[in-house]
């Protein structure tokens, strides 16, 4: 049987808003191949993490990224390790030849954007032995639809671990708002919260970072704050 490693790579992109008292643009970006494959290598037996995060470094020129296993997916004569990327587009410095970087998001829990184009699909419970199962049926060519699937179930693990752990600042830059924090909150979830709550759940892990004072009149910036761990703690 053919072993391959597999990454999946998501990517935080801000686009300048015209206003400068409005918050940036955000988007999920996922790496691709030209032809919008997932970067994958064959399966060597040792240090398998090592040759995932090597792999990624050469494609986007930085080795400053979160990386994780998530899954193994059995198909026919291979079997694919699925592994969980996350980054900053400031992190991004030059991009291998043959590789790009495309939008991708979940909606309403049957949608998938990715790229210019939308995929309907659904998602079953089976229960077996008295386990719950499921499985996610996607309306799509055979050519993408195992593209679209390992994706969906890495997305959707990023979406369960937001509450728990500290994944959810992977996605930041060197600085951010807290209004940042929340927006890619609520993009990911695809939902919305409450403002104030939310600050204060997350501010213990926000350190305060002190800029240089503009010199324009009639308007402040918002706070920048870093990344504070908690050893032992739940951001959320």
Known sequence: ???NLVSCLF???????????????????I?????????EIPFKAKGIKNQI???????????YFHVEQVFSYD???ELDVIYLGITNMENIIKLKK????????????????FGDKKFKYKTIENIENKNIEYTHEIQAEDNIKLTLLKLLITYKKIRSSLDNTDMLFKFMGGTFTLEDVRIVYELIKDT???KSNFRKKIIKYCEKVEEKKTEKK???PSQKYSFKPLKGDVWL
Not at 31 to 39: A, G, N
Not at 98 to 113: D, P, S, W
């Open 98 to 113: 043959g590789y790009k970087l495309i939008e991708f998001k979940v909606e309403n829990n049957n949608t998938i954007i």
């Open 192 to 194: 919305s919260v409450d």
């Open 1 to 3: 049987m053919q072993a």
């Open 11 to 29: 990517i935080l992109d801000s686009e300048k808003n015209g206003n400068i008292r409005k918050n940036d643009i955000k988007k999920i970006k």
């Open 31 to 39: 790496l691709v191949t030209d032809e919008e494959e997932l970067p």
């Open 75 to 77: 198909h026919g004569a």
């Open 53 to 63: 995060k090597k792999n990624i470094s050469s494609i986007i020129g930085s080795d």
């Open 218 to 220: 009639g308007y402040r």
